[in-house]
């Protein structure tokens, strides 16, 4: 009987092997490996959202939570977010959808449209808008077209310990694993988790314009934001004198660090981080996470390089490679950015989606090597 033969993982010295690998350059190309080495790279045609075996397994109480609401003409924009959110992530998700009832059978079509691989990843649970208290017509005026909504979220999701909320321009550039893994910093007395609105305090707007308290220097941006709806609800917000949603509203607005933790600014990345010259510190060190394409930029010309990013998730087909019909037209469109501030920063952007696909790589590409090949 032949020699049994070990499997180690293949060594990537740089992302260009990556690119190589998956744009199908000739082996005379490749760094060479000794000729009895296989590469079963059938990954490659594997779906790029295919679920791994054990997500099947993974017990309800461990998948993560995400939130989104969305009113008017949010449809498309929430699906990319939602498509953003299942492409990288290893964890299963169940989404809670709040919207009209207009656009309740459309999500629920388009989501079942998506392919086994993907629909694997997730559940969905569409709910209507609804508001505990007071007169709804005026707490859909306090923020974007109902996102008042976020408000009310630990009453109605009684049964959910934690959550992640996102509006609906946000979209996932690495797995949510990753910022779901931040709920594990809160300290015993933390509610929630947000981003910064500003790194540079003189040019925020809470800074300049605000009349209100708000928190620290710059006030924090809930365009993302971590919950633990335990310990919300147990704070007893419901039977306080002021009603549901205005007092978690002024928890959010007033509260010090006992209720509040502050996550670095890659985590909400928008286009005042770098339309005034590069100011997220953390995203030029460790790249855009979460992208927040606040302020319509993904449907003007302001800012193209988040418009771009937003157009090659929108258009990625589901069962295509991720870096022949992602990646790599994206850094064709960054060349045509080149001339705004943002465009200016390519590596800000595309650093964590490289790392997402540089671990999938890793672990999906093994070499064969006979025992005279091992040291």
């Known amino acids: 009987m032949p020699s049994p033969q070990k499997c180690t993982w293949l ?15 000739p082996p005379a190309l490749l760094v ?20 791994r075996a054990f997500q099947a397994a993974l017990p309800p109480e461990l998948w993560i939570h995400l939130a989104v609401v969305a009113c008017g003409d949010r449809l498309e924009e929430t699906l990319v977010m939602l498509k953003s959110a299942v492409l990288f992530s290893h964890r299963k998700i169940q989404f809670h959808i709040f919207t009209e009832d207009a656009l309740r059978p459309e999500f629920d079509e388009q989501l079942r449209q998506w392919p086994d691989s993907y629909t694997k990843k997730f559940e969905h649970r569409i709910y209507p808008i609804t508001f505990s208290v007071g007169n709804p017509q005026e707490w859909k005026k306090l923020f974007k077209p109902c996102a008042a909504q976020r408000l009310f979220l630990p009453v109605i999701l009684k049964d959910v310990d934690s959550l992640l909320y996102v509006d609906t321009d946000v979209l996932f550039l690495r797995p949510v694993d990753d910022i779901w893994k931040l709920l594990r910093q809160f300290n015993s007395t933390q509610l929630a988790a947000m981003a910064p609105e500003h790194e540079i305090p003189k040019i925020g707007w809470y800074s300049r314009f605000a009349r209100h308290p708000f928190y620290g220097a710059a006030g924090v941006n809930s365009g993302v934001m971590l919950m633990n709806l335990t310990r919300i609800r147990s704070a007893q917000f419901k039977n306080s004198v ?10 959010c607005t007033l509260c010090t660090k006992k209720c509040l933790y502050v996550f670095p600014c ?3 990345y928008r286009p005042d981080h770098c339309m005034y010259g590069s100011n997220c510190k953390e995203a030029e ?13 993904y449907h003007d010309d302001k800012q193209p390089t988040f418009k771009a990013l ?51 790589y890793e672990r999906h590409v093994i070499i064969r090597v006979g025992p005279n090949q091992m040291h």
């Not at 060594?11 to 350059?25: H, I, T, V």
């Open 11 to 25: 060594p990537l010295p740089s992302f260009m092997r990556l690119a190589e690998l998956l744009l199908g350059l």
């Open 32 to 51: 060479p490996v000794p000729l009895n080495c296989v590469f079963p790279l059938s990954f490659l045609a594997r779906r790029p959202g295919g679920a």
């Open 242 to 251: 002021i009603p549901t949603g205005l007092a978690w509203k002024t928890c």
């Open 266 to 268: 890659q985590w909400n």
């Open 285 to 297: 060190r460790e790249g855009v996470s979460v992208l927040h394409g606040n302020r319509g930029v």
């Open 310 to 360: 937003y157009e090659a998730v929108r258009d990625f087909p589901f069962q295509d490679n991720l870096f022949q019909s992602m990646y790599y037209p994206l850094q064709l469109k960054f060349l045509e950015t080149v001339h705004t501030l943002c465009g200016r920063i390519p590596q800000v952007f595309l650093k964590q989606i490289e790392k997402t696909m540089k671990r999938a």
